[in-house]
């Protein structure tokens, strides 16, 4: 999302993504901003593809109280964070069953991202550029002149 004064857009990666998966972003908060590169849309889109069935299954067992208020989770942010994918998110629920299945689906694509340039969507590996850690592919390494961490003389 790109800020405008008060107002907050999303990046058309996310934007894509909340129209293709309705349910998991029902809740998006705009208060927080968020950004998605391109090689990780896919990662993302697999991990919401899992987040929806738990989420239909919630909305069955936990239907919406008197005051119509929505269940399920809030995605607060998504972004790059040291070369890896942050996905926070706030629980919605008394179903706990839910909160402890998302949590370990979202450490797990968290995880995988940092073998996926988040450029291109390759394998890759963390690597330093300048002063940013980033997870690249052997090609966007070369060609943006990063550093593999396994290289670096020092460690994050």
């Not at 919630?58 to 996905?87: C, H, V, W």
């Not at 919605?92 to 450029?119: M, P």
């Not at 966007?140 to 460690?155: G, H, L, N, T, Y």
Request: aromatic share 10%; proline share 4%.
């Amino acid at each position: 999302m790109e800020r405008d004064g008060e107002r907050v857009k999303m990046s058309n990666n996310i934007k894509k993504l909340s129209e293709k998966h309705p349910l998991v972003f029902a809740n998006m908060s705009e208060a927080m901003w968020s950004d998605l590169p391109d090689g990780w849309v896919d990662l993302v889109d697999e991990l919401c593809s899992k987040l929806t069935p738990l989420l239909v299954e919630s909305y069955a067992n936990y239907p919406p109280n008197e005051e119509n208020f929505m269940i399920g989770i809030t995605i607060d942010q998504i972004k790059e964070k040291f070369g890896g994918l942050r996905f926070y998110c706030s629980f919605l629920t008394e179903d706990t069953d839910l909160w402890g299945k998302a949590t370990d689906i979202i450490n797990e694509y968290e995880k995988r991202s940092y073998s996926v340039c988040q450029i291109t969507g390759k394998p890759g590996t963390q690597c330093s550029a300048g002063s940013q850690v980033i997870t690249l592919c052997e090609e966007e390494r070369v060609r943006m002149k990063a550093i593999s961490m396994k290289e670096a003389p020092f460690r994050f």
